[in-house]
């Protein structure tokens, strides 16, 4: 590859990077004279999905192509040359989130803009249709001069027919997938929510939500695991904010934010709290929800929302001091721990007339009345 | 602390909680703490343990089910100001999970008593056979204020058998017992008298029972002459 010195029409300056999918160069477009991020896909590596890879970048080209927002990446143009296809698009100068906070940790109100950035742009991806199904803090890129972007709508793909399930395709990270993008089913702009979600807890916390030794462990965790309030990590997290990273992270999408403007719309309320000012109104109408593809019903919960009901696991309440409960818990008496630990028993007739007022009135009556008959017939 | 323990669990939970907007949330948050707050204030801080819950909260209640009935209802009462609150009981397995004093709880019981809260309709209470059961062991009688609601499934497939509270059924139960108590006095009396009367003949027995009466009123009448003399010397 050192040897190639363009790629279609753009002169290779040096690599950027490289991820599981190609390799990032920066360019030089001769025709605009602009340096420009250059995504490659070496079609080659994986001959038998050949047609399907070409497929997949021309879709993530198309999709990518429509969005034009301040807070997404902007993408100028596509091809194929040989083995390679490639996007170009626009350069930046920053450093991405994931190494950020490897470096150092973010306030806490900049953690909440960062997020408030990626769900605008979220949003605005979201009203064109195209769903990004990967956010994560290696896909969000921290510009130089302050605000943020998402980048690599790498495996977007447009929301209607092209899902692959049958194909055992499952497209994205797992500790930031969403429990249904797991599932495997269908999955609508609510799925870049959680996603959100999850790297905003990240954020304000420094420690990952879902962890686990393999994919399987993280996948079970991200179906199944209730994460801690992340004012419980960071104290300067607000009860509001842990309401809004809550709703973000339900595990059934029907409950979840239905899209992101709505997300942002509450982030920003929680913005204004931290720092102290009044909400700004918002520029949008944050009640407006960005219709959902045909077969998607929002009514219907994703498979694993089923399984979250049985095993609930509830945190203690930090408001109410349970200590000497689990005191008593830990450490029972003797005849205390057999009420602790007995199931109900059934009543019996004795117990019955010793403690239940209605049956003791019968007996006593009837046992006088039964004396002073005998009297009666006997006496 | 690993040991698995039977308690009482009531879950409180906040219609359509997850639909709100976040400052609608957190100010019906508050509220539901100070709903808590009150309603807990009756039960000792030894028998109760409180869980925060994503749409409202469980109570663990210790070997107390009438407590934990008792304590819905308050809540449900106090939410009477604008908080739309349903209660789900349960009385089954929990575990503390977590070292030292415990970080959380998990269980059956509050998984089921989760469940069957989504069954109650606003300011109602849903228990199970199982709690029924349980204030029928500490409490007998007091169950019979729960009565049948019909069965559901939860999202496990898992059917329960529902209760509701009806405070009016215990003053029909008690009403019942009273008519009961009296029937049960006029059939042993009538059988007394129905038994001396055939082997006597009737005329005999009310000879004898007009004789008894004239005796016991002569030595009634003796009696109280006595008094009124003893009383007259003094």
Redesign the interface.
Known sequence: MSKQKKIGRYKILGELGRGAMGVVYRAEDPALDRVVALKTILLSDDVENRKDYEKRFALEARAAGKLNHPNIVTTFDFGEEGDLAFLAMELLEGTDLRTRLKEKGLATDDAVEIAVQVADGLGFAHERGVVHRDIKPGNIMLLERGGAKIMDFGIARMRSDDFKTSTGMVLGTPRFMSPEQIAGVAVDQRSDVFSLGVVLYEMLTGQMLFAGADSAQIAHNVTNIEHEPPSRRNKEVSSLLDFVVARALKKDPAVRYQDAYEFAADLRTCLAELRGQPATETKRDTTKTVKLARKIDSKQPAPVAGAIAASTRLSLSRQFDSRAALKRLAAPGMLDRASLVRPPRHVGLLRRICRDAGPRLLFISSLLAAAAGSWIAFG | ?D?????SVVFLKIQEF??R???E??RQ??QL?AV??VT?ADL???????????DG??I?V??NPAGALRLAERALKASAAGLPLCAGIN?GAVR??GSG??????GDG??VA??IAQFAPASEVRATR?FR??L??????QEASLVPKGASS???L?SHELFTRDRAELQR??R???A???A??????????G??VS?QGKDAFFDGLAAKYRATTAQGERYVRGLVDKAKFQ
């Open positions: 602390m040991s698995s323990y039977v308690a997850a639909s907007a976040a400052s949330q957190a948050r508050a703490e808590i707050a807990t000792a801080p030894a028998s109760r343990v409180v869980l925060d819950a994503s909260a469980a663990v210790l070997a009385h503390v999970l004093m415990g970080e959380a709880m998990v509050i998984a989760a469940s199982a059961d349980a029928a062991d500490a409490a007998p009688g939860d999202a496990s898992r139960r008690a019942t017992y009273r009961l108590s009296t049960a006095v006029v059939v042993l009396l009538a059988s007394g008298i038994w001396r082997q």
